[in-house]
C-alpha cells in the first residue's frame, strides 16, 4: 500500500522560511512526477511546483523565486523549501505523486500539512 508521509509545516512569520518534506513508501516500479499543492480556505486546491523523475521544474507564477522544489529518487521524498513567506502563502499544503506498476498510472496524495504565514 502507497503512502505518502508530510512533515514540516508550521507557524513562521511573513519573510521566514519553512521546510517541507513528503516520503513516499510501498511504490516498488516507479514514480513519474512529484508535486506540491495547497488550497487556502474558501479558494481551490492549486498547483505549487512540481518535478519530475529527470529534474524538470515547474512552480506556480505566485511562488516562483521564493519556493525551490526539489527530490531525492533513491529516497522517494520530495522537498518544498519556501523562503521569504507570506501570509497569502498561508494554506494546507498537499504532497502529489504519479506514480506507475506494470499495469497502470496511479496518483496518490498526501495528509496536508498547514502552513500559516501570520504577522
Known amino acids: 500500500q502507497v503512502q505518502l508521509v508530510e512533515s514540516g509545516g508550521g507557524l513562521v512569520q511573513p519573510g521566514g522560511s519553512l521546510r517541507l518534506s513528503c516520503a513516499a513508501s510501498?511504490?516498488?516500479?516507479?514514480?513519474?512526477?512529484m508535486g506540491w499543492y495547497r488550497q487556502a480556505p474558501g479558494k481551490e486546491r492549486e498547483l505549487v511546483a512540481d518535478i519530475t523523475s529527470g529534474g524538470s521544474t515547474a512552480y506556480a507564477d505566485s511562488v516562483k523565486g521564493r519556493f525551490t522544489i526539489s527530490r531525492d529518487n533513491a529516497k522517494n521524498t520530495v522537498y518544498l523549501q519556501m523562503n521569504s513567506l507570506k501570509p497569502e502563502d498561508t494554506a494546507v499544503y498537499y504532497c502529489n505523486v504519479s506514480w506507475y506498476d506494470p499495469y497502470r498510472p496511479y496518483v496518490s496524495w498526501g495528509q496536508g500539512t498547514q502552513v500559516t504565514v501570520f504577522s
Open positions: 510501498g511504490i516498488i516500479f516507479g514514480i513519474r512526477r
